[in-house]
């Protein structure tokens, strides 16, 4: 879709907090309209800050941002209201229940129809799977259910954009399933997801396009399938012959040859056929318990961007 207004832009985005740290340096983000974006990095690397910005809620030391081709302003509503958000630790009222939370959050809003609340809140709840517990106090809720109801919260109206930090912080892996299946689900009726997580599986699972955080910067953004395709595959062998293999494979043309314990592996560059290589191995006799071709993951191209380990310290 392109020549479509994003559904975010920023330029230049910025924050420098009191004290000196530059949180966020010189962001240039585009989101299309339509994708489950990715907003990828380790700890600290500035995601929930560069959320606020774009939610008006800190502003920005530098650059600025759109939503929808209209600039976001601290204290400026603008096309927010085309917009739900779960921000990291949604605040609740712990003495009321679930279903209370969301009907006085719905009650603050002033776009929201009290005549068609009831049944709002209903769909919310069922959305996010809280139904059974929507008469439970919030402080009752365990870290998942706080995040659903912050969730619930997020769809009590019909959204063009969901900003959602670390979504699925504190579920258990059902509870991740269930929230990436409803994010999959409401991205497939047109809903823009902009989702930020540490999580690189997380990612490669729902997201069509991502962008790369390191230490404040963007380090990659396009689509999870250009990034993974931006590394080389990988020609894998195993074998209790690794020296001889290696031999064969460099003979063969292969580059980047590395051989650890019974694995020898090689760029799976596009002169390299792999049925020939495998004849070949075969033919010098080295005994071949397994051969393929190993596609990178976005693990791999996070490390190789990035060079640095990925830290997921929850
Ligand atoms: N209010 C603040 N004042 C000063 N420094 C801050 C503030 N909020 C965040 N920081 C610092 O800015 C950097 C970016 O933090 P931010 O929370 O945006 O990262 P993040 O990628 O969202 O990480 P996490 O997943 O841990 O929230 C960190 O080094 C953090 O310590």
Same mark, same amino acid.
């Given at each position: 879709?392109?020549? $479509?207004?994003? &559904?975010?832009?920023?330029? !230049?985005?910025?924050?420098? #907090?009191?004290?000196?740290?530059?949180?966020?340096?010189?962001?240039?983000?585009?989101?299309?309209?339509?994708?489950?974006?990715?907003?990828? !990095?380790?700890?600290?690397?500035?995601?929930?800050?560069?959320?606020?910005?774009?939610?008006?809620?800190?502003?920005?030391?530098?650059? !600025?941002?759109?939503?929808? !081709?209209?600039? =976001?302003?601290?204290?400026?509503?603008?096309?927010?209201?085309? =917009?739900?958000?779960?921000?990291?630790?949604?605040?609740?009222?712990? #003495?009321?229940?679930?279903?209370?939370?969301?009907?006085?959050?719905?009650? &603050?809003?002033?776009?929201?129809?009290?005549?068609?609340?009831?049944?709002?809140? $209903?769909?919310?709840?069922?959305?996010?799977?809280?139904?059974?517990?929507?008469?439970?106090?919030?402080?009752? #809720?365990?870290? %998942?259910?706080?995040?659903? @109801?912050?969730?619930?919260?997020?769809?009590?109206?019909?959204?063009?954009?969901?900003?959602?930090?670390?979504?699925?912080?504190?579920?258990?892996?059902?509870?991740?399933?269930?929230?990436?299946?409803?994010?999959?689900?409401?991205?497939?009726?047109?809903?823009?997801?902009?989702?930020?997580?540490?999580?690189?599986?997380?990612?490669?699972? =729902?997201?069509?396009?991502?962008?790369?955080?390191?230490?404040?910067?963007?380090?990659?953004?396009?689509? =999870?399938?250009? @990034?993974?395709?931006?590394?080389?595959?990988?020609?894998?062998?195993?074998?209790?012959?690794?020296?001889?293999?290696?031999?064969?494979?460099? $003979?063969?043309?292969?580059?980047?040859?590395?051989? $650890?314990?019974?694995?020898?592996?090689?760029?799976?560059?596009?002169?390299?056929?792999?049925?020939?290589?495998?004849?070949?191995?075969?033919?010098? %006799?080295?005994?071949?318990?397994?051969?393929?071709?190993?596609?990178?993951?976005?693990?791999? &191209?996070?490390?190789?961007?990035?060079?640095? %380990?990925?830290?997921?310290?929850?």
């Amino acid at each position: 879709m392109t020549g $479509e207004t994003p &559904a975010i832009a920023t330029s !230049g985005l910025s924050k420098r #907090y009191r004290g000196g740290q530059l949180a966020v340096d010189g962001l240039d983000l585009r989101v299309p309209q339509g994708s489950v974006f990715g907003f990828l !990095g380790p700890n600290g690397s500035g995601k929930t800050t560069t959320i606020r910005m774009l939610l008006g809620l800190i502003s920005p030391s530098a650059g !600025g941002s759109e939503l929808f !081709g209209e600039p =976001v302003d601290a204290g400026h509503v603008g096309t927010l209201t085309r =917009v739900g958000a779960l921000i990291e630790g949604p605040a609740h009222y712990p #003495y009321l229940s679930g279903r209370a939370n969301l009907a006085r959050y719905d009650a &603050a809003d002033r776009t929201a129809d009290p005549r068609t609340r009831a049944a709002r809140i $209903e769909h919310a709840l069922e959305q996010v799977g809280l139904s059974n517990a929507a008469e439970k106090k919030a402080k009752a #809720y365990s870290l %998942g259910m706080k995040q659903r @109801l912050g969730l619930a919260c997020a769809l009590l109206q019909p959204r063009d954009l969901l900003i959602l930090d670390e979504p699925t912080n504190g579920l258990d892996p059902q509870g991740m399933r269930e929230i990436r299946g409803l994010i999959t689900s409401l991205a497939s009726q047109g809903t823009t997801i902009f989702l930020s997580s540490h999580l690189l599986d997380e990612i490669e699972q =729902v997201c069509t396009d991502v962008a790369i955080m390191s230490r404040g910067r963007l380090v990659s953004e396009g689509t =999870v399938a250009g @990034l993974r395709e931006g590394l080389k595959a990988r020609l894998v062998v195993t074998t209790p012959d690794p020296a001889e293999a290696a031999t064969v494979l460099k $003979e063969q043309g292969g580059q980047d040859v590395r051989a $650890e314990g019974r694995r020898v592996d090689c760029d799976a560059h596009e002169d390299l056929a792999p049925d020939a290589v495998c004849a070949a191995l075969v033919g010098a %006799g080295v005994r071949v318990l397994s051969f393929g071709v190993e596609r990178p993951s976005l693990e791999d &191209a996070f490390v190789a961007l990035t060079g640095e %380990g990925f830290d997921v310290a929850e």
